[in-house]
């Protein structure tokens, strides 16, 4: 009777223990999978090659780390600004709280809309995939759902997501449509660089100018005929100077249709041709007014015929439109007088 009953204990606890195993490991396994469905940061930046971001609108980009920098879609350079945004967020993004079961279908049904899909690589390995949502009602997060890479397989559970330090949603940084990572540098020469500048005002033509640069420290001038005419050598080396580092503000290039086909089918009132001493191949840049937006304030009894402060720039052999600013271009279109020396006075 007692080896019976000996023998039904050692069952019990066998039971018992097989029990508290497969208990373990579920908790295990449940904590495993929460921790990996959470794991959207990627630290090691330094080794990201790659970055596809898509909308439901069927953009999508593909910026690529380079030797000579990032480019977007292998066509141009990208915003400086726009890839450390980026790779700020990926390295640092964070899981502010899980979604509570009660709003998560209706998270995962908007997501399934709207949301940006993200690709990570590191060298041709993908190491991240994840959804970016909308954001939360108090702006301070994105909902979030990752992918498990190896699978393929999204997580169950989407997070809303932050970065530690910073107010604000997510998806901003997460750029799909290519004209939005495109450096918005237009005009960048040095001296060295250029052979001739060739200004044309085409509503003043007796203001037109050609600048030749026979050296970096030789130079003249013509006027639209063609005459040579003294020049400031300090004013000349100044203005060559301005064409470093020039950027439109908006590319308007494929968004507003109507708008470039009026402007294609008028008549610039200035263009800028630069030619290189590499090939002596030529640029130009032509400019356009814009009209005036109705909120700028007539001034001393003026009222504005063009817009004051923006215009529009035609470039990249007529394919790129952009919105550009006086401030910025306004010391390139200039007249020959700004050249005239200085005239001594006599004592």
């Known amino acids: 009777m007692k080896k019976v009953s000996s023998i039904v204990i050692i069952a019990v606890l066998?039971?018992?223990?097989?029990?508290?195993?497969f208990?373990?490991?579920?908790?295990?396994?449940?904590?495993?999978?929460?921790?990996?469905?959470?794991?959207?940061?990627?630290k090691d930046t330094a080794a990201v090659t790659k970055i596809f971001i898509a909308d439901k609108e069927g953009n999508n980009c593909a910026v690529t780390r380079t030797p000579k920098g990032w480019i977007v879609n292998n066509k141009y350079p990208c915003r400086s600004d726009a890839i450390l945004n980026l790779l700020e967020a990926i390295k640092h993004i964070e899981v502010k709280m899980p979604v509570p079961k009660a709003g998560k279908e209706g998270v995962l049904k908007y997501m399934?809309?709207?949301?940006?899909?993200?690709?990570?690589?590191?060298?041709?390995?993908?190491?991240?995939?994840?959804?970016?949502?909308?954001?939360?009602?108090?702006?301070?997060?994105?909902?979030?759902?990752?992918?498990?890479?190896?699978?393929?397989?999204?997580?169950?559970?989407?997070?809303?997501?932050?970065?530690p330090g910073f107010k604000g949603f997510l998806k901003p940084r997460?750029?799909?449509?290519?004209?939005?990572?495109?450096?918005?540098?237009?005009?960048?020469?040095?001296?060295?660089?250029?052979?001739?500048?060739?200004?044309?005002?085409?509503n003043m033509r007796d203001s037109s100018f050609t600048i030749d640069l026979n050296s970096t420290t030789s130079f003249s001038l013509k006027n639209a005929k063609g005459v040579e005419i003294p020049f400031?050598?300090?004013?000349?080396?100044?203005?060559?100077?301005?064409?470093?580092?020039?950027?439109?503000?908006?590319?308007?290039?494929?968004?507003?249709?109507?708008?470039?086909?009026?402007?294609?089918?008028?008549?610039?009132?200035?263009?800028?041709?630069?030619?290189?001493?590499?090939?002596?191949?030529?640029?130009?840049?032509?400019?356009?007014?814009?009209?005036?937006?109705g909120e700028v304030i007539p001034e001393h009894g003026i009222t504005y015929?063009?817009?004051?402060?923006?215009?529009?720039?035609?470039?990249?052999?007529?394919?790129?439109?952009?919105?550009?600013?006086?401030?910025?271009f306004g010391k390139l279109l200039i007249t020959p007088s700004y050249f005239k020396p200085a005239t001594s006075v006599k004592k």
Not at 25 to 41: G, I, L, M, P, Y
Not at 181 to 202: A, G, S, Y
């Open 14 to 21: 066998l039971i018992l223990a097989v029990v508290s195993v």
């Open 23 to 42: 208990i373990y490991k579920s908790k295990h396994n449940s904590t495993t999978v929460d921790e990996e469905a959470r794991d959207f940061k990627f």
């Open 112 to 163: 399934a809309s709207t949301a940006l899909k993200v690709e990570i690589y590191s060298g041709d390995k993908l190491v991240k995939q994840y959804y970016v949502g909308h954001e939360s009602q108090d702006h301070e997060g994105s909902y979030m759902l990752l992918t498990d890479p190896e699978s393929g397989e999204n997580y169950k559970d989407p997070f809303l997501c932050f970065i």
């Open 174 to 202: 997460f750029l799909a449509v290519e004209n939005e990572w495109r450096d918005r540098l237009v005009i960048n020469f040095i001296p060295p660089q250029i052979k001739q500048i060739k200004i044309q005002h085409f």
């Open 232 to 293: 400031d050598e300090m004013k000349m080396k100044q203005y060559l100077a301005y064409f470093q580092n020039i950027s439109y503000e908006v590319l308007i290039t494929g968004k507003n249709k109507r708008l470039t086909d009026s402007l294609s089918a008028s008549k610039p009132f200035c263009m800028i041709s630069i030619t290189t001493t590499s090939g002596f191949s030529t640029s130009e840049y032509k400019f356009y007014n814009k009209q005036p937006t």
């Open 305 to 328: 015929q063009t817009d004051p402060d923006r215009l529009y720039m035609r470039f990249a052999n007529d394919k790129e439109w952009a919105l550009i600013q006086y401030y910025v």
